[in-house]
């Protein structure tokens, strides 16, 4: 016989943003009748906010008639209601407790994180049957967990990440309003609730912290929001500002977060390439464990593209000198894959190499694609252009343009496709409101669409000098007929060959070094304490030909103490000392690391003909 279970009405009532439903279901379950309680199952990745409906759910029911029990398959910890007391570890007690409750249909059993318990199935099942109330949590989708049970036994609710709309609700409940800092954070936790709420705690905590005048507010506030709030997801709890993308205490892990965001997909075997077999042996659970990274199938793993864009700038900016080595050593991996696999007409094969191209290059050409939307279309569908309509075919020209956010349009290029001689032309670039978008970035999104045995053709009438310089960088040929009101320049790749193009795009910005690279060395060791000093030196020179503004400091820093400079007291620790912490003169320095003056002074040029040898190679 079925019994009716009583009206249970409880006073804990508050809605959950985003969650609505899903809590009206955990609550309406244990009121369903004996006999009719399906198993409710909340699903999805983690941070979603499983366990906290969960526990939120567990307080709210207080008022329980019955026996209720709480466990959590990651801590093997089970929790009575009555006495609020902790139970033995081991699932055997677990189910010798479940099985010593005698009125199962009063029984409310709370299983989080399913999937680390899954031999509890049968006592889970038994407890259903006999007419007790279960709800269950776990990452896998209930089709995977129970390929063949009946339909209406399991009611599965999935969580999902929450849309913008719904994340600044939550960044607003909890109590952060500065638009710049709610829409950063968005768009790294990819509206998941977990991330959300503690990069707002964390945001908070800076507020509380520090007066909102001073440098570390400012700091974190200003230019290093994405930094410091990369450190908080990365390493929960952290009390540094900034993500130090490889150095530091955690610098296993987060180097291989850093070379993670060079490619959209990744294996451990891709990783070992970059950083060998040792580093990505003892970090490999805790990165794939990040939040932000996605598990695919056959071993393979990604970050989404807007946290890829985030992370890669932030180890770009802190690791310079250390970005160009792995740069150059995945380059060298899918160049050899490209020329052993023919794989380089893909746009998978695009995407993994444009982050690639150096930064001087580079960075204009992709650093914020990935903000835009974009979309192929007719030569119709634009307005008024102000390219030479009487030499664009309206049968075979497409456009290209990029959305914002909104859907509203940033920019478009005009090009024809002529399959026939193997030929892309292109007619006309336009970026109306450079509203975050650049000609550059336009430009770039067309590199995947080269023909790898033909010839690309640039027409536009006015070439800007950044634009020019990305030109002369892609091999693109002096101008056609410079008199002419627009004057062509073409890129024969017919002619050079696709892998020889593709490996020369690839290279390293090149200049001369200094005629006397050990006396720049020292000039910018003595001066690096000043930045206005340091950029008036040698090295600066030197820098603006192959790296990008602002990168400077980063970039020689980077170098003096991840290059090898030799063993540990003839290395960097003999120049730090010297130039940078000042303890004193070269003979000082000597009688206090026990060294003759004839080693010291050997280990100390040494270790500056290395440093040269990292800046200068």
């Given at each position: ?212 005048d001073s440098a570390v507010a400012c700091g974190v506030m200003t230019g290093g929001m994405t930094s410091f709030l990369l450190e908080q997801v990365c390493h929960p709890g952290s009390q540094r500002m900034a993500w130090r993308a490889g150095q530091g205490n955690d610098k296993d892990v987060d180097a291989l977060i850093a070379v993670s965001s060079m490619t959209p997909i990744f294996n451990r075997h891709l990783l070992a390439e970059v950083l060998g077999h040792q580093a990505v042996a003892t970090s490999w ?333």
């Amino acid at each position: 016989m079925i019994e009716e279970v009583g009206s249970y009405n409880t006073e804990y009532r508050e809605s959950i943003i985003g969650r609505d439903a899903v809590w009206q279901a955990l609550q309406h379950t244990p009121q369903r009748p004996v006999g009719t309680r399906p198993i409710l199952y909340l699903w999805g990745p983690a941070g979603c906010g499983k366990s906290y409906l969960l526990q939120r759910f567990f307080e709210s029911m207080m008022d329980w008639e019955g026996e209720m029990i709480f466990t959590d398959g990651l801590l093997d910890n089970q929790y009575e209601m009555a006495g609020s007391r902790h139970g033995q570890h081991g699932w055997p007690r677990i189910m010798m407790q479940v099985e010593a409750v005698k009125d199962k249909e009063r029984l409310l059993w709370i299983v989080d994180n399913y999937d680390a318990v899954q031999d509890l199935w049968p006592v889970i099942a038994g407890v259903r049957r006999a007419g007790g109330c279960v709800i269950l949590s776990g990452r896998q989708s209930p089709r995977r967990l129970w390929p063949g049970e009946q339909s209406g036994q399991i009611v599965s609710h999935r969580l999902t990440d929450f849309d913008v709309d719904t994340a600044r609700q939550l960044c607003a409940q909890l109590d952060v309003h500065d638009p710049a800092v709610v829409e950063e954070a968005i768009a790294i936790s990819r509206g998941r609730p977990r991330l959300l709420c503690m990069m707002m705690d964390s945001i908070k905590l800076v507020a509380e912290a520090w007066p909102g005048d001073s440098a570390v507010a400012c700091g974190v506030m200003t230019g290093g929001m994405t930094s410091f709030l990369l450190e908080q997801v990365c390493h929960p709890g952290s009390q540094r500002m900034a993500w130090r993308a490889g150095q530091g205490n955690d610098k296993d892990v987060d180097a291989l977060i850093a070379v993670s965001s060079m490619t959209p997909i990744f294996n451990r075997h891709l990783l070992a390439e970059v950083l060998g077999h040792q580093a990505v042996a003892t970090s490999w659970d805790a990165l794939t464990s990040m939040p932000f990274v996605d598990a695919y199938q056959g071993g393979y793993y990604g970050m989404p593209a807007l946290v890829r864009a985030r992370v890669r700038r932030a180890a770009q900016a802190s690791r310079p000198w250390m970005w160009e080595q792995w740069t150059r050593k995945l380059a060298a991996y899918h160049l050899h894959q490209a020329l052993h696999k023919q794989a380089t007409t893909s746009e998978e094969f695009w995407d993994r190499i444009m982050p690639l191209i150096r930064m001087k290059v580079g960075k204009p050409l992709f650093d914020r694609s990935d903000e835009f939307t974009w979309s192929w279309g007719r030569l119709s569908e634009l307005p008024s252009a102000s390219y030479d309509a009487a030499q664009v075919s309206y049968t075979q020209a497409e456009v290209l343009t990029a959305f914002h956010q909104d859907g509203t349009a940033a920019g478009y290029v005009v090009i024809d496709r002529r399959s026939h001689d193997q030929l892309l032309i292109i007619h006309d670039l336009q970026v109306p409101d450079h509203d975050g978008l650049t000609e550059q970035t336009v430009f770039g999104a067309l590199l995947r669409v080269f023909p790898p045995q033909g010839k690309v053709l640039w027409t536009v009438r006015e070439t800007s000098p950044a634009m020019s310089q990305v030109l002369n960088h892609l091999g693109f040929g002096l101008p056609m007929n410079p008199k002419n009101a627009t004057p062509s320049r073409m890129l024969d790749l017919a002619t050079m060959g696709y892998h020889a193009w593709l490996a020369d795009i690839l290279r390293a910005p090149v200049a001369p070094p200094p005629e006397h690279p050990i006396p720049a060395i020292q000039e910018a060791l003595q001066l690096l304490s000043s930045e206005p000093d340091l950029e008036r030196t040698v090295l600066a020179e030197y820098w603006r030909q192959v790296g990008v503004p602002d990168q400077l400091r980063a970039w020689f820093l980077d170098a003096l103490t991840s290059a090898d400079l030799g063993a540990h007291i003839g290395g960097k620790t003999l120049l730090a000392l010297y130039y940078l912490d000042k303890q004193g003169t070269h003979e000082e320095l000597a009688e206090r690391l026990h060294l003759s003056r004839a080693t010291y002074f050997r280990n100390h040029r040494a270790a500056l003909e290395r440093l040269a040898q990292a800046l200068f190679e």
